[in-house]
């Protein structure tokens, strides 16, 4: 670790400020909060475009988002366009006027929530202009398909494209673009895959790079944990943190101080290993010489490649269901693949038992072999594999042994509706009152972190699980002020998702230094304790 690396210019390339058609109660969107979330987060400045510009119009957005930029000079301003044949927006000649007058230094498009088609007919005057001023162009992949994308990079190689909100597996269509189309760049807040941002490093290189947070909506602590603890060179990662961008808008905020208020930010700020004991309570597992799961690209996700990013962040311990075994299909062969990495770890690995009753004539059997002969503690039921709900007698005898034995049961809603699920985990906590039942994905909206918070208070034995991409701004801090500290487990779901960006999201949560500590690992060690195997 050098100096150097503590004087990262983070510089975030994906955030709005204002109202934006539906929010949620609990949503942060006044821009002073979020200009205090990026104090202290350690965000030094933020190009903005107004929410109202997207749900309503850009017309209306724009003329409002003069008012919340002169609110900070950590603020920089960017303008939503869109066709001009209704006569509903100015045609390019004036639009640039007006970028010319107000000092905006970029521009974002939303085809999908204003109706039309990113093709030349519809928008080429717009991007030739955009071209031609050396003006970058932002565009979310919610509203553009990437052959659009790809369409307009083609057609405007002198066009800066940034490419906002890619969400992770996608990257088997999203990398042959990257490599036609140098002129197109990405950001990270979604495109979470494992080791992704040492992929496209290697790929492309650190300039077609940004840093994204996609506040207010996101953790911006999650999207900066994945770079702190990137395993690329310092110069790379400032170039993505803040040089990018800056370099892209001529322009740079002033800089923000490091984020030091505890123990567990001061390190991760700096990408050094957390030192507070962080126990990872939702990980999965790729076969030693895999790279693939269901189809997604899970790169870096054998065990050897597992326990090394995860030594250098400082996860002490997993718990761990392997990829074969649940979503693949084989939930003997998962099993086998978990005893193998357990017995290569043994101080760093524990095991989730999957048991698919459609294959396994015993159920009975098949779980005392793995709970009570391999001592694995946890138990990975999955709707998603079986389509047998939880509470079907099939897996009874699972659950009794579960009972017997206080085992923790990590159980997915797996493609289930909310009242289905939730029905369901109340009737085992009720059936099964010492199983620990982990509620998957419990922060992941507001929406869920309400529901899943209701039946935690109702019943002792019921937890909330973190990990969701949406690494949901502000739902971490709700969870504890609802279920209290005790109730809520860390974890990553990596490889599927890089457990970075899942660490960071609870890092730099608004919590005093002791709910992260109970929250990092002083449940999960406490329910591992209990465990009577």
């Not at 962040?313 to 693949?328: C, D, E, L, Q, V």
């Amino acid at each position: 670790m050098t100096g150097e690396q503590q004087q990262l210019h983070y510089f975030d390339c994906n955030a709005n400020v204002g109202k934006i058609g539906y929010k949620h109660r609990l949503q942060m969107w006044r821009t002073e909060d979020l200009l205090a979330e990026m104090e202290r987060c350690g965000i030094a400045g933020a190009l903005v475009y107004h929410g109202m510009a997207k749900s309503h119009s850009p017309v209306y957005g724009n003329r409002l988002l003069p008012e919340e930029l002169a609110k900070s000079p950590r603020l920089f301003g960017c303008l939503a366009a869109m066709p001009d044949h209704l006569g509903d927006f100015p045609a390019p000649a004036a639009f640039l006027e007006e970028l010319r007058q107000s000092g905006m230094r970029a521009v974002k498009l939303f085809p999908k929530s204003h109706h039309y088609d990113p093709d030349r007919r519809t928008i080429g005057k717009l991007l030739s202009m955009l071209e031609q001023e050396r003006i970058p162009l932002l565009v979310d992949a919610a509203e553009v398909s990437l052959s659009a994308v790809a369409g307009i990079a083609g057609s405007h190689p002198d066009l800066a494209v940034v490419l906002q909100g890619m969400s992770w597996s996608q990257e088997r269509r999203l990398f042959p673009m990257l490599d036609e189309h140098p002129n197109v760049r990405i950001e990270f807040s979604a495109l979470q895959s494992n080791a992704i941002i040492e992929t496209a490093y290697e790929r492309l290189g650190a300039e077609r790079l940004l840093f994204g947070s996609g506040m207010p909506f996101k953790s911006p602590g999650a999207a900066r944990a994945l770079i702190d603890y990137a395993r690329i060179p310092e110069e790379a990662k400032r170039l993505i943190a803040g040089g990018n961008l800056a370099k892209l808008l001529g322009a740079s905020p002033p800089e923000a101080a490091l984020p030091e208020q505890d123990e567990v930010t001061s390190n991760a700020c700096r990408g050094l290993p957390i030192t507070i004991p962080v126990y990872d309570s939702h990980t999965h597992l790729i076969e030693d010489g895999g790279g693939t799961g269901s189809g997604f690209p899970m790169l870096q996700g054998d065990i050897d490649a597992m326990i090394a990013l995860y030594r250098q962040i400082g996860i002490r311990k997993m718990s761990i269901a392997p990829w074969a075994g649940i979503n693949g299909g084989d939930s003997e062969a998962g099993n086998r693949i978990a005893e193998l990495a357990i017995g290569k770890y043994p101080e760093e690995v524990e095991g989730y038992a999957v048991i698919d009753p459609n294959y396994v004539e015993d159920v009975e059997a098949e779980a005392r072999r793995w709970h009570l002969e391999k001592r694995f503690k946890g138990m990975k039921p999955y709707f998603y594999l079986s389509h047998i709900p939880y509470t079907d007698p099939a897996f009874a005898p699972w659950w009794q042994l579960g009972n017997e034995r206080k085992l923790y049961a990590l159980v997915d809603p797996a493609g289930q509706n909310d009242a289905e699920y939730v029905g369901q985990i109340e009737e085992l906590a009720s059936r099964y009152p010492e199983v620990a039942i982990f509620m998957d994905h419990g922060a992941r909206s507001f929406e869920i972190a309400e529901l899943y918070a209701k039946t935690a208070k109702a019943h002792k034995n019921v937890y909330l699980q973190l990990t969701y991409t949406s690494v949901t701004l502000g739902a971490i801090e709700y969870l504890v002020r609802e279920t209290g500290a005790d109730k809520v487990l860390f974890g990553t779901d990596s490889p599927m998702r890089d457990p970075r960006p899942q660490v960071g999201w609870l890092a730099y949560a608004n919590l005093p230094i002791e709910d992260k500590k109970a929250l990092f690992g002083g449940n999960m060690k406490r329910l591992w304790d209990r465990c009577l195997v």
